[in-house]
T-cell receptor
Framework: EDQVTQSPEALRLQEGESSSLNCSYTVSGLRGLFWYRQDPGKGPEFLFTLYSAGEEKEKERLKATLTKKESFLHITAPKPEDSATYLCAVPLTGGGNKLTFGTGTQLKVEL | DAGVIQSPRHEVTEMGQEVTLRCKPISGHNSLFWYRQTMMRGLELLIYFNNNVPIDDSGMPEDRFSAKMPNASFSTLKIQPSEPRDSAVYFC??????????????FGDGTRLSIL
């Protein structure tokens, strides 16, 4: 069964304290892994797509990496405005456009 | 560019009433998705359309739920009759699906539905 597991569930950081969020997955024939950011009262906002092991993508203080079993979202020198819930998602095995989402990591960055 | 537009943003109604949620996808996108998000179950796919045709509705919880996409720029999700357990945030998303890989889905800001 396809599964996506994110850890930790919640993370509290001091401003400038770098860390990583994890997304592990079990699907056959990965057809992409997506990272989203969700702010309270808003819909998920697309951040990155990764398609193959070894691939990396960067955007400001965020860098996403991918291996054959998991993806990491590295946050370097975070700021309070990086506080949000970060979701990862993968397409289900068998084709089609259905995504399965992890339950997210709730990040809070404090001054 | 305009993103995915959902209406209403908030809906409060009594049990047994009909509820209709509306979505306008991003222009040019050919896939549309309806999701439900709750604290207990996270983000769940209800149904998705390709080129206005329903492809997979296996996530629709019951016959009380129905969705339509009469044209490329409009979709509705209807609940009739509504029940308190339907209370959740409902998101619509759209994407451009082609032959190469899966393209990202772009979400609206959701409809927060409360059934009393």
């Amino acid at each position: 069964e396809d599964q996506v597991t994110q850890s930790p569930e919640a993370l509290r950081l001091q401003e400038g304290e770098s860390s990583s969020l994890n997304c592990s997955y079990t699907v056959s024939g990965l057809r992409g892994l997506f990272w989203y950011r969700q702010d309270p009262g808003k819909g998920p906002e697309f951040l990155f797509t990764l398609y193959s092991a070894g691939e990396e993508k960067e955007k400001e203080r965020l860098k996403a990496t991918l291996t054959k079993k998991e993806s990491f979202l590295h946050i370097t020198a975070p700021k309070p405005e990086d506080s949000a819930t970060y979701l990862c998602a993968v397409p289900l095995t068998g084709g089609g456009n259905k995504l399965t989402f992890g339950t997210g990591t709730q990040l809070k960055v404090e001054l | 560019d305009a993103g995915v537009i959902q209406s209403p943003r908030h809906e409060v109604t009594e049990m047994g009433q009909e509820v209709t949620l509306r979505c306008k996808p991003i222009s040019g996108h050919n896939s549309l998705f309806w999701y439900r998000q709750t604290m207990m179950r996270g983000l769940e796919l209800l149904i998705y359309f390709n080129n206005n045709v329903p492809i997979d509705d296996s996530g629709m919880p019951e016959d009380r739920f129905s969705a339509k996409m009469p044209n490329a720029s409009f979709s509705t999700l209807k609940i009739q009759p509504s029940e308190p357990r339907d209370s959740a945030v409902y998101f619509c998303a759209s994407s451009l699906q082609g032959a190469i890989g899966n393209q990202p889905q772009h979400f609206g800001d959701g409809t927060r539905l409360s059934i009393l």
